[in-house]
């Protein structure tokens, strides 16, 4: 069925879909910090994204492909972010919310449409930097940020949102020989080598209740990690990143359903203005 759709198009699907999987393990992450230790969580959760992605490789291009990259220093590299994220994420998650989070985290489409131009040499059409700059107003409805105290759970995001904007520019080396697999496979083996180095052998098991949590979460990274590094690899920057802003909408309703929080109308009028600037992306253009 997809292969009746342009690079593009398919690029949109796979971002779409890769965003709304990070918000999910964002959510999963918010809710495990309540019980579990940052390095734990991030463990776990990663280590179930990894034994998701082997079950699922033949389907994916194959553990022998992955495993024959050619680009493994990239992969490496992802990893690196991929590890950095996860743990200033998760530690942000412990002292703001979702929607806090991602006022900060929803700049990533500026700069990595920014970044993009002098490293690929891409040609951001005017309406796309329309459709970009809507969607960022969006965020600024909906939360109106205005001059707090930086406190460190803000330092964490701002870190953390520089991963990002690198780990989505790494992929699009990626483009071409590489399997499916390999682009969650790297980022969770170099995550849990790493911790376990640290964890081991102190490392608990988690409690029987939580697993199913610890196992979406896991699932979600290993979509996340695939969907949206698959859509930067073969659609434009300007393309796929404004896609990110989807999970504002996503914060707003996980927020309120699991945490309680009760999003304003200024909140609603923010989703709304992202919402249409998503349906402009998709037909900004024949795609």
């Keep these: 069925m997809l292969s009746n759709f342009t690079p593009i198009q398919k690029g949109i699907i796979a971002g779409l879909s890769g965003f709304i999987a990070f918000a999910l393990a964002d959510a999963c992450s918010k809710w495990l910090g309540m019980r579990y230790e940052?390095?734990?969580?991030?463990f776990w959760i990663y280590s179930?994204?990894?034994?998701?992605?082997?079950?699922?490789s033949p389907f994916l291009g194959g553990l022998k492909k992955t495993l024959q990259?050619?680009?493994l220093h990239i992969h490496l590299g992802r990893g690196i972010c991929a590890l950095a994220i996860a743990l200033f994420v998760v530690s942000a998650l412990k002292g703001l919310s979702l929607a806090m989070l991602y006022t900060v985290l929803f700049t990533a489409p500026f700069l990595t449409t920014i970044a993009a131009l002098p490293l690929f040499k891409e040609k951001v059409p005017?309406?796309?930097?329309?459709i970009i700059a809507l969607?960022?107003?969006?965020?600024?409805?909906?939360?109106?940020?205005?001059?707090?105290?930086i406190s460190i759970e803000i330092i964490y995001a701002i870190a953390a949102l520089c991963f990002i904007v690198v780990l989505g520019l790494l992929a699009r080396p990626?483009?071409?020989?590489?399997?499916?697999?390999?682009?969650?496979?790297?980022?969770?083996?170099?995550?849990?080598?790493?911790?376990?180095?640290?964890?081991f052998p102190n490392i608990e098991l988690p409690i029987l209740q939580d697993i199913p949590v610890f196992v979406l979460a896991g699932i979600c990274v290993?979509?996340?990690l695939s969907g949206i590094a698959y859509g930067y690899s073969i659609a434009p920057f300007s393309i796929i990143a404004p896609i990110h802003y989807i999970q504002m909408v996503m914060a707003l309703t996980i927020g309120y359903i699991v945490f309680g929080d009760v999003p304003d109308l200024w909140m609603i009028a923010g989703a709304s203005v992202i919402i249409v600037s998503g349906v402009?992306?998709?037909f900004s253009k024949d795609h």
């Excluded at 179930?48 to 699922?56: A, K, Q």
């Excluded at 590489?178 to 911790?195: A, C, D, R």
């Design 38 to 42: 940052t390095l734990e969580i991030i």
């Design 48 to 56: 179930i994204s990894f034994v998701f992605g082997l079950l699922t």
């Design 69 to 71: 990259t050619k680009k």
């Design 126 to 130: 005017r309406k796309n930097w329309f």
């Design 135 to 149: 969607g960022f107003s969006g965020i600024l409805i909906a939360f109106r940020p205005g001059f707090t105290d």
């Design 174 to 199: 990626l483009h071409q020989g590489e399997s499916l697999h390999s682009l969650s496979f790297y980022p969770s083996l170099v995550t849990i080598t790493v911790l376990g180095a640290f964890l």
């Design 222 to 224: 290993t979509i996340g």
């Design 280 to 282: 402009m992306l998709i």
